[in-house]
């Protein structure tokens, strides 16, 4: 943690190649650097002597007098390590390599140099930062040591980690337009060292940190970088927008989960689970940000809120896009409609969404508001006017925010003056209805986040014997029936079946199974047997057995054998698959949606990286879109949440406990109300790929 104190809070800085061409960015970075008037000794490295904006430059860093706490490197990439060798010399606390030409660019030359810089670096326990990033800033103390080309402009509470360094510009031209403050600002680059976990839990303890955003395209150690999101997260909120919508993750898979659980998604719902408010887009990034920023200390207590208006239409759209996405606007209870009916006209609406419309005396509206606010069945609101610029208004609102500790977002537009008030106040304004709703909702999602509370629950199984020397080559596939014993052996309730190999058999064995049956062909080399015609649903009576297996024989001349099954009758056909996740190295990942054969089309499942506590399991239910099915429709009764959480716990456990496990599907899991039972299901076995550390990697 001290070593990143030096990088956020440098007495010393270094800089080296520096340019004086003002138009270039090593220029920048100098001129950055005294342009925020940074309190301590600022060093310039230049061979050619002489002084750089006001600072007198150094033949090289053996010529310092002192160590410094930080270097800036912007040389070319194939100077940089002779540069550290010399800032390891010097016993400088922290590097941060700006340059690029490393990792990056997917060379081995490039991927060796980082590795050798880094074995210099471990030598004096020097820190380095990047390389290929934009720089390190903090507003608090007066640091601007980045390539950013347009300063921030407010100084404020929330701190950014960006691997990519123009985001970190895009940002700041937006919290500039916006009037938002920047706090502390760490362009990460390649993670050769400091990777984004160490710096989250830094600012998870730093006071001038109120809300953390984390710009994402790669982490390194996923299983680590989870485990500081979700500590750090119960602290303050954190907002992660991840680039890079790879599709690496999807190649070719045997199995449903496996073809469906990619990269982006596995990261985008493991960051969930863990803690972290996902931004989709750019907009929902900042708007989360600078919503948690301003509203940290008044978050929501609820789900439910007012939306209060003088403008009609805007108001609408706000509340329909609210219902939408999940926020409750609920009728206000008789008691404040009765006293707000003293302030308003009476064509005004006292429902919720309140219309006070431009009728009310402006005197009026600060106790208006005021009403509603102190409503205890009222968490919040979303204020929209467009075009009456009354100071009154932005007024009531101000005073109620802070009155009653709840948070108030805003629409306004047209008014000046409002915007005004609404800024120096802290109110944040949006640029639409449905943004102050999304904003709005993303602190509802971070109030839950805070209060959730985790119950596990474990089984104690053991590793399956059943898989002991099963492996023949680099991946070997499970045929239906071997899948099923291993799922009956961690519990989870599988049809009953047998397995058949002369139709001389089958009568006897169907009988014992008792009809109607389904007669499926079984072999590890058919997979999706329906397409090739190897599932025979709801066979009745003998002759069509015979009759079917016969069919079967004709379709599959090579050696098979069959499996006899119960018919278990149509109910709601689920997929509960897992996969193991190399990408990031987050183990397996367990997929829930609807199931049968059209999963892929549906595409409704929820993700979760292993081990899942009893909440996720329930919280991956609730989740998908499908989940009104599952409460019960058309007659049917409701499916037993807790059962199939259990079930779902077992499936994680089974995949975790087996580490040669690479895909299982279970495909369907048939809900029948209470009665869940798997009838169809795949094992695909390999060698596990584990993620080591950057230094051994081979
Ligand atoms: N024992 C059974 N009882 C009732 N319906 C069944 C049973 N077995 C299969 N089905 C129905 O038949 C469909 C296809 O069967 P199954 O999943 O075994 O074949 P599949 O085509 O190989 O599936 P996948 O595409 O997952 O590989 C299931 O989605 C389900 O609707
Ligand atoms: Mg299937």
């Not at 003056?417 to 304004?429: D, R, Y």
């Not at 278990?568 to 397996?588: C, H, M, Q, W």
């Not at 299901?681 to 390999?686: K, Q, R």
Request: proline share 5%; hydrophobic share 40%.
């Amino acid at each position: 943690m001290d070593s990143l104190k030096k990088l956020f809070e440098p007495k010393t800085i270094a800089l080296v190649g520096v340019s004086k061409d003002p138009n270039k960015m090593s220029h920048w970075l100098i001129r950055n650097v005294a342009e925020v008037g940074f309190q301590g000794s600022v060093y310039p490295i230049s061979p050619s002597g002489g002084e750089i904006l006001k600072y007198k430059t150094y033949p090289s860093l053996s010529a310092l007098p002192e160590p410094v706490d930080l270097v800036l490197v912007s040389v070319a990439s194939k100077s940089v390590k002779d540069v550290i060798e010399e800032a390891s010399k010097n016993k400088a606390g922290t590097a941060v390599i700006l340059s690029s030409g490393f990792g990056e660019i997917n060379d081995e030359a490039g991927k060796a140099l980082e590795k050798e810089i880094l074995r210099i670096a471990r030598e004096t326990s020097m820190r380095i930062m990047g390389p290929n990033c934009l720089g390190i800033y903090n507003a608090h103390k007066n640091l601007n040591g980045t390539y950013f080309a347009i300063k921030p402009a407010f100084k404020g509470n929330i701190s950014v980690v960006s691997q990519s360094g123009a985001y970190g510009g895009v940002l700041v031209n937006e919290m500039n337009a916006r009037g938002i403050g920047l706090g502390k600002f760490a362009s990460i680059g390649n993670q050769m060292d400091i990777r984004h976990q160490e710096v989250i839990e830094y600012l998870g303890d730093d006071e001038e940190t109120k809300v953390i955003g984390l710009f994402v395209e790669g982490i390194k150690d996923g299983p680590q970088f989870l485990s500081v999101i979700k500590r750090v997260s119960k602290i303050k909120p954190i907002v992660i927008f991840k680039g890079g919508r790879t599709t690496v993750g999807l190649r070719a898979a045997a199995s449903h989960t496996g073809s469906m659980a990619g990269d982006f998604a596995i990261a985008q719902s493991a960051f969930k689970q863990a803690g972290a408010l996902v931004a989709h887009t750019t907009e929902d990034f900042f708007d989360y940000l600078f919503a948690l920023a301003l509203n940290h200390h008044r978050l929501p207590k609820d789900d439910k809120l007012a939306i209060m208006t003088i403008s009609g239409g805007p108001c609408v759209t706000a509340s329909d896009y609210c219902e939408e996405i999940g926020l409750v606007v609920p009728q206000l209870s008789d008691t404040t409609r009765e006293k707000i009916r003293k302030y308003i006209p009476f064509f005004a609406a006292d429902s919720n969404p309140v219309d006070m419309t431009v009728g009310t005396p402006p005197e009026n509206l600060g106790p208006c508001v005021d009403v509603v606010l102190a409503d205890p069945d009222i968490s919040g609101a979303i204020s929209i006017n467009w075009g009456w610029d009354v100071r009154e208004f932005a007024q009531a609102f101000v005073d109620a925010a802070s009155k009653h500790g709840k948070p108030i977002l805003a629409f306004v537009s047209e008014n000046p003056t409002v915007q005004k008030i609404f800024h120096e106040n802290g109110i944040l304004n949006l640029p639409a209805p449905e943004r102050a709703s999304r904003a709005y909702w993303g602190l509802v999602e971070y109030k839950k986040i805070r209060e959730r509370k985790e119950i596990e629950k474990k089984f104690n199984s053991m590793p399956s014997k059943r898989l002991d020397g099963l492996i023949t080559g680099d991946t070997s596939i499970l045929d239906e029936h071997l899948s099923k014993e291993i799922l009956k052996d961690y519990g989870i309730p599988v049809c009953k079946e047998v397995v058949v190999n002369s139709i001389a058999e089958l009568a006897t064995k169907a009988r014992e199974i008792g009809y109607p049956v389904v007669l499926k062909v079984l072999s590890n080399n058919i997979l999706h047997k329906t397409e090739k015609g190897g599932v025979l649903l709801n066979v009745r009576e003998e002759s069509e057995l015979i009759n079917g297996a016969a069919e079967l024989k004709r379709r599959f001349p090579d050696n098979i054998s069959f499996l006899i099954q119960e018919y278990v009758s149509p109910g709601i056909e689920i997929i509960l698959g897992a996969k193991r996740d190399n990408t990031f190295g987050f183990g397996p990942v367990i997929a829930f949606g609807l199931g049968g054969v059209f999963t892929e089309v549906l595409k409704d499942v929820s993700l979760r990286v292993s081990p899942l506590s009893w909440s996720d399991a329930l919280e991956m239910i609730r989740e998908i879109k499908g989940y009104p099915l599952l409460r019960g429709y058309r007659g049917k009764p409701s499916v037993d949440e807790d059962m199939l959480a259990e079930v779902i716990l077992r499936v994680s456990e089974l995949a975790m406990l087996n580490d040669r496990i690479l895909e299982m599907d279970i495909n369907p899991l048939i809900l029948n109300g209470p009665d869940i039972k798997a009838v169809d299901a795949l094992i695909v076995l390999g060698e596990a790929v584990r993620t080591k550390d950057p230094l051994k990697k081979g």
